[in-house]
């Protein structure tokens, strides 16, 4: 499996932003970058996917380096329910499974 | 919105009892998975079925696990005979499309403690 590198954990103050970022530099051609949260004692629960372009959705902002050797996760406006280990997967376009690494853990300050 | 559901949330057994855990995917799903996560440590793949069949199963998911769908709508892992070390939490999820290009939705987990 492609590795990711992740920090271990990220403070933000809430109504700010958080920009998190994932380092992925042995990314395949045929690699998605994926983005998945898990809230405390929640299942995880998808965020943002992306392969080239910066994709947006209601949740989040998904900014991807040309290269493709990096990018970022950015929460526009942090609330005290983001709180939560942020993991960045790379999966293959025919890949079955989602690999989880250590993620970050994010704390939002009220 | 759809979710994917789990029962029970916890599960209290015996080391060397049997024990099979529920899951009801999103009903319009046709990819299936398995996911635990030992206390304290990383999510891990377990194992995904598509079309009635295994697709993909790691290492961990041994002769001591099954999965089936039973019916129409349930999806369950069975553990044959449980370990001190199965104690984990157990995630179940489905999806609409394999590969990258899905996501996967998951379920609430169930908690499995072999004493």
């Known amino acids: 499996d492609a590795k990711t590198t992740q920090p271990n954990s990220m403070e933000s103050n809430e109504e700010e932003p958080v920009h998190l970022p994932c380092n992925h530099s042995t990314i395949s051609g045929t690699d998605y970058i994926h983005w998945y949260r898990q809230l405390p004692s929640q299942g995880p629960e998808y965020v943002i996917h992306g392969l080239t372009s910066n994709v947006n959705n209601r949740m989040a902002s998904l900014a991807i380096a040309e290269d493709r050797k990096s990018s970022t996760l950015i929460l526009h406006r942090a609330t005290l329910r983001d709180a939560a280990v942020y993991y960045c997967?790379?999966?293959?376009?025919?890949?079955?499974?989602?690999?989880f690494g250590a993620g970050t853990t994010v704390t939002v300050r009220a | 919105e759809p979710e994917v559901t789990q029962t029970p949330s916890h599960q209290v057994t015996q080391m060397g009892q049997e024990v099979i855990l529920r899951c009801v995917p999103i009903s319009n799903h046709l990819y299936f998975y398995w996911y635990r996560q030992i206390l304290g440590q990383k999510v891990e793949f377990l194992v995904s079925?598509?079309?009635?069949?295994?697709?993909?199963k790691s290492e961990i998911f041994d002769d001591q696990f099954s999965v089936e769908r039973p019916d129409g709508s349930n999806f369950t892992l069975k553990i044959r005979s449980t370990k001190l070390e199965d104690s984990a939490m157990y995630f179940c999820?489905?999806?609409?499309?394999?590969?990258?290009?899905?996501?996967?939705?998951f379920g609430p987990g169930t908690r499995l403690t072999v004493l």
């Open positions: 079925f598509y079309n009635n069949e295994i697709s993909e």
């Open positions: 997967i790379l999966r293959d376009i025919n890949d079955y499974k989602l690999s």
């Open positions: 999820a489905s999806s609409a499309i394999a590969g990258g290009l899905n996501e996967q939705f």
